[in-house]
């Protein structure tokens, strides 16, 4: 990665660019804004709309489904209708949906309603990293994924900031909390439509002219016939999804689908969704535990930074793995909790500590790396239909966890529930040892060559001792 993208955009001497990354990013605070704002809302609409343990979960739950399916759609529309009015269409419904959600008289309603905002969500969580990777400088790339990263963590704490302000207003202040997600949503809707066409597709399209004219604005005038050439060598060379199971790309299709899985089934969007809930478990009041989600808010923002600035540093393998470690170690402990009346009469800060210690690990670790790395592991030609596989993956677990979480916690006991993810954290951690390459400013073929060796041998290896 070329350090921070905004900083080197800057640097690149291109406002031009620096504005469109960041129009083009709202994509990516959609998804975070409201990831962050049903877990605060949640706790009011429970009592507001007589919401049962399973509607609350299928109001969290229908946006997830919602999103794999725009997931799925995206790329078709991406493709047919442009990236740029992909991500005016999903500014739109985004916009049209929020203030549904806040018009909603029904649990059912509701339901509907964040179905509609999770196709939304879903397309931008695909299309803005798409449309983002295509219009920079090659150089500086690599660093607008972690960008996206950042404005998806920076929309989970303004939804968390807002949930704060609004908890105080009466029972109506659920509606506002959703419904103010119209906001970013307009923004998107109306900046997009004032965006060029990302090159990419416009020289797909035989429209080289216009292609230039973009690349004129956002890459140096002795760069830009170059940069059309490597476009339409890749345009060429579009791989097809029968090449995903392919014995080339398979070995690095389990490496990818192996970290959207870990990254949801350690339980992160239980914290993101239920944090408030999970505070009040343990004693906290509705109030002061919107107040302590703003904290772990702050932290996964300064977390998230922090990994933004040393991943390219350090490797990712070290802070995918070191970071797992704390989120398991964190998990065991609130399992710990909720297990030893003794710990919460004496120790009644630990849960939110644990909390806090979960986050920043996350943060660190499997957020950022996750999406860093589906980025970076595939043959360019077959990336795009590999990434969304990957993409759907996650919003399809992401589903299945957050549906599953406060039926879990009530069959099995909240403090099992941490364990069984504990469990799992564990299990994440010897796939990363054992299967996860290092990324860090290798080049494709080398990433590849080492993914798709280590599994030869592991095969070898097996007939081996099959055969012994
Ligand atoms: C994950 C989301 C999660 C967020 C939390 C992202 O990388 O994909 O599911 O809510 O991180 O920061």
Redo the contacts with the bound molecule.
């Keep these: 990665m070329a350090g921070f993208f905004v900083t080197d955009a800057r640097r690149e001497g291109k406002p031009f660019l620096f504005a469109v990354a960041l129009i083009a990013a709202l994509g990516g605070f959609l998804f975070g804004y409201d ?1 962050g704002v049903i877990s605060g809302a949640l706790v009011y609409i429970k009592g507001d709309l007589g919401a049962s343990s399973f509607e609350q979960e299928a109001i969290v739950g229908a946006l997830l489904i919602g999103a794999a399916f725009g997931a799925l759609g995206a790329g078709y529309l991406a493709d047919a209708i442009s990236r740029r009015w992909t991500k005016v269409l999903s500014g739109s419904i985004y916009t049209l949906a929020a203030i549904v959600c806040a018009f909603c008289q029904s649990p059912d309603q509701l339901i509907a309603a964040r179905f509609v905002l999770g196709l939304s969500v879903g397309t931008a969580s695909f299309v803005s990293p798409m449309y983002l990777a295509e219009l920079p400088p090659k150089r500086i790339r690599g660093g607008l994924v972690s960008f996206n ?1 950042l404005m ?2 920076s929309g ?1 704490l303004a939804a968390y900031i807002v949930n704060f302000a609004l908890k105080g207003i009466g029972a109506d202040n659920w509606r506002w909390m959703l419904g103010l997600g119209a906001v970013p949503g307009l923004m998107l809707a109306v900046g997009m439509a004032v965006m060029p066409y990302s090159p990419r597709w416009l020289i797909e399209r035989g429209r080289e002219e216009e292609a230039k004219d973009v690349l004129r604005r956002t890459h140096e005038e002795q760069d830009v016939d170059e940069e059309v050439e490597s476009i339409k060598k890749v345009a060429s060379e579009t791989g097809r999804l029968r090449d995903l199971i392919g014995p080339s790309v398979r070995p690095m299709l389990i490496v990818g689908l192996g970290l959207a899985i870990f ?2 089934i350690v339980g ?2 239980t914290i ?1 969704y239920y944090a408030p809930t999970i505070l009040g478990f343990t004693g906290s009041s509705a109030s002061s535990a919107i107040g302590q989600t703003v904290a772990i808010g702050v932290t ?1 923002l300064v977390f998230t930074v922090v990994a933004i600035l040393l991943l390219d540093r350090l490797g990712r393998r070290v802070f995918l793995i070191a970071g797992t470690v704390g989120l398991t170690v964190a998990l065991a402990v609130l399992g710990a909790f909720f297990a030893f009346g003794t710990l919460q009469a004496s120790a009644s800060a630990l849960a939110l500590i644990a909390l806090v210690v979960y986050i920043a690990s996350f ?1 660190v670790g499997l ?1 950022p790396v ?2 860093l790395m589906i980025s970076e592991i595939f043959p360019l030609e077959i990336r795009g239909p590999a990434m969304a596989v990957c993409t759907i993956a ?1 919003w399809t677990l ?1 589903f299945l966890v957050s549906f599953t979480f406060l039926s879990l916690a009530a069959d099995i006991g909240k403090a099992a529930t941490f364990w069984l993810y504990a469990g799992i954290g564990v299990l994440a951690i010897i796939f990363f040892i054992l299967r996860v390459p290092e990324t860090k400013g290798r080049s494709l073929e080398g990433i590849q060559r080492d993914v798709t060796g280590s599994s030869r041998r592991r095969r070898r290896h097996q007939s081996e001792l099959r055969s012994a």
């Design positions: 990831t990263q998806i963590v989970i990254q949801q992160i969007n993101i996964n943060a957020g996750f999406w996650n992401n």
